[in-house]
């Protein structure tokens, strides 16, 4: 069964530091995506990056960056010089294929707080 | 440019009473979804429809109906409201296989 594991329930910084959330997942099919979502104290779902299992290239997107690495199935988030408003939960998700719909596993969510 | 909309968004109903979560999106997706959120386990997926005229249980459909009432709609039925459904539900819908979901607001419902 597909399983994404966020290890850290909540990480608080202070304003300016960096940050890495953790993700991991299990799964046995050999092409698979992964996701992850911003949600703020609004509560809405933001997406944030999707990355194929074909493409181990890291990513970087202004203060964002993402590490996937398929030998540990990880597939970690950092943010460089956190702000205020990048305090969210956020979370990490795998993709089931399943009879034409796309599933979503989503791992338990890391809430981070910027303290100013 | 509404994506998905959900109603209502706050709701609190009596154990035993029944309600419908109403879902709607103007993106012309072909699936819909429904996931309900609690603390300390992200999202769980409670019933799908890969395309209009399908639907099929997630992992946690006890207690919950649904009906894709077409291709823009997607409404969750709860026969008999308990306290342990009380949480946030979510709506999505997705376009392709590969795409990512999009997300209605939530609606926040507290069974007393």
């Known amino acids: 069964a597909q399983k994404v594991t966020q290890a850290q329930t909540e990480i608080s910084v202070v304003e300016k530091e960096d940050v890495t959330l953790d993700c991991v997942y299990e799964?046995?099919?050999?092409?698979?995506?992964l996701f992850w979502y911003k949600q703020p104290p609004s509560g809405e779902l933001v997406f944030l990056i999707r990355?194929?299992?074909?493409?181990?290239q890291n990513e970087i997107s202004g203060r964002y960056s993402w590490n996937f690495q398929k030998s540990t199935s990880s597939f970690n988030f950092t943010i460089t010089a956190s702000q205020v408003v990048d305090s969210a939960v956020y979370f990490c998700?795998?993709?089931?294929?399943?009879?034409?719909?796309?599933?979503?596993?989503f791992g338990q969510g890391t809430r981070l707080t910027i303290n100013p | 440019n509404a994506g998905v909309t959900q109603t209502p968004k706050f709701q609190v109903l009596k154990t035993g009473q029944s309600m419908t979560l109403q879902c709607a999106q103007d993106?012309?997706?072909?699936?819909m979804y429904w996931y309900r959120q609690d603390p300390g386990m992200g999202l769980r997926l409670i019933y799908y429809?890969?395309?209009?005229?399908?639907?099929d249980k997630g992992e946690v459909p006890n207690g919950y109906n649904v009906s894709r009432l077409n291709k823009r709609e997607f409404s969750l039925r709860l026969e008999s409201a308990a306290p342990s459904q009380t949480s946030v539900y979510f709506c999505?819908?997705?376009?392709?296989?590969?795409?990512?979901?999009?997300f209605g607001q939530g609606t926040r419902l507290t069974v007393v």
């Open positions: 799964t046995r099919d050999t092409t698979y995506y």
């Open positions: 993106m012309n997706h072909n699936s």
């Open positions: 429809s890969a395309s209009e005229g399908t639907t």
């Open positions: 990355r194929n299992s074909f493409d181990e």
């Open positions: 999505a819908s997705t376009e392709h296989l590969n795409t990512e979901a999009f």
């Open positions: 998700a795998l993709r089931e294929l399943t009879q034409g719909a796309q599933k979503l596993v």
